[in-house]
């Protein structure tokens, strides 16, 4: 058990085998399964993507989403591998490249027994996930790509945004519903500025600023489809007027706007039985908005997990209570020391992926996002 708290109509477990994390939130007629896997050694990739396929059958789950982070697609072969693990696929895959053969590399799935799972599709492709419980509508895209490459980085970020919106609208949701958002940028360096640009005019023109920015995270990330952008996100209708989503800022950090990046440090999904915080992207920023301790990875790891812990326990909630994370690298070599500080602080179970990304600044060395759930 992961929630000492675990007394009321929902509770979590966790169960951890070598390579394999799975949290599992039990509730009234759904249970969700938060799957991170991460490759043994000398592991094949067709034997990682089996393990969870496996996992996923003996709870005869349906995947809602799936990320696959540091493979490459070579030529289509893990590509199959995956297909051929779960039986094809039918839920939105958010596949990431790193091109260095650095072994760092995993995948996070979340998949849901009980309520019926349905495919989002877009141009005869795969791009997200519905499901109800008794409180919400979930819509899960992934793995949203433009169609043009020849077209700028910006005008490729601009569709991806239209895209979203488009999916949304046909399947009775707005933009306004969205409350996360990922985004992989292919050479992001060269272009941040120019994405946070079309991103604001997007949210000025659909009024987002007025309501709930959204959780996000934009860091490098390239795909094989050569496009200059990879998105999805997480939107949420209430069934329920006792959920509510809100905006949870940090503690030690000021607001991502004040220095021109449109989203949450955090945001919070209430709803009667449990909670759910979703951490953005998180980096080593001082209270100011500028790059601390450029240039040493170890005390940015450091001062970056102070930061979203403070924001887990403005919440009532700890590391124990996570579910996903993802662990971002811009040198692959110094992925040990986020192994070494997860030892130091008994944290050998966490739920991470660790992959190497370019970060949106090139002095920040770590990057870090973080899923929790605290039941009532």
């Known amino acids: 058990m992961v929630d000492d708290q ?10 951890v085998s070598p390579g394999l994390v799975i949290v599992t939130l039990s509730r009234h007629a759904c249970r969700e399964y938060f799957i991170t896997s991460v490759a043994r050694r000398g592991e094949s ?35 199959k591998a995956m297909e051929d693990a779960f039986g ?44 109800e419980d008794d409180y ?21 970020t601009a569709e991806v945004f ?6 949304l609208q046909r399947n009775g949701m707005e933009f306004s519903n969205v409350i996360r958002t990922w985004f992989y940028n292919d050479n992001i360096l060269d272009w941040y500025d120019g994405f946070n640009k079309v991103r604001n005019d997007f949210f000025l023109k659909k009024r987002i600023f007025e309501n709930l920015l959204p959780a996000s995270t934009g860091v490098g990330g390239r795909n094989a489809a050569g496009t200059a952008l990879a998105g999805g996100l997480l939107a949420v209708v209430p069934l329920d007027k006792a959920v509510r989503a809100a905006a949870v800022p940090s503690p030690l950090q000021d607001s991502a706007t004040e220095y021109g990046s449109s989203f949450s440090r955090a945001v919070e999904l209430d709803l009667p039985d449990h909670s759910r915080l979703y951490v953005s992207g998180t980096a080593s920023i001082d209270p100011t908005g500028r790059t601390a301790h450029a240039g040493d990875p170890e005390t940015q790891v450091k001062l970056t997990m102070e930061v979203v812990y403070a924001i887990l326990k403005s919440r009532g909630m700890g590391w124990d209570n996570a579910k996903r994370a993802l662990a971002y690298f811009k040198h692959a070599k110094d992925a040990p020391i986020f192994q070494k500080y997860c030892t130091q602080n008994n944290l050998r ?24 759930i605290r039941t009532k």
């Open 349 to 372: 179970q966490f739920p991470a992926v660790i992959v190497e990304n370019d970060i949106c600044r090139d002095e920040l060395l770590f990057e870090i996002e973080v899923d929790v």
């Open 88 to 131: 094809g696929t039918n839920a939105p895959v958010t596949w990431l490249e790193n091109g260095h053969q650095t072994g760092l590399c995993g995948t996070h799935l979340w998949a849901v027994s009980g309520p019926a799972v349905r495919s989002l599709e877009l141009d005869g492709r795969i791009i997200g996930s519905m499901f």
């Open 6 to 15: 675990s007394s009321g109509a929902a509770h979590l477990d966790k169960r």
């Open 136 to 156: 919400a509508q979930y819509c899960r895209l992934g793995g949203l790509l433009p169609k043009d490459t020849s077209r700028s980085p910006s005008e490729q």
């Open 162 to 167: 239209q895209q979203m919106d488009a999916v």
């Open 45 to 79: 990739v067709a034997a990682l993507f089996q393990r969870v396929a496996e996992a996923v059958r003996r709870e005869n789950a349906q995947v809602v989403s799936q990320e696959v982070f540091g493979i490459a697609v070579d030529d289509g072969a893990n590509v």
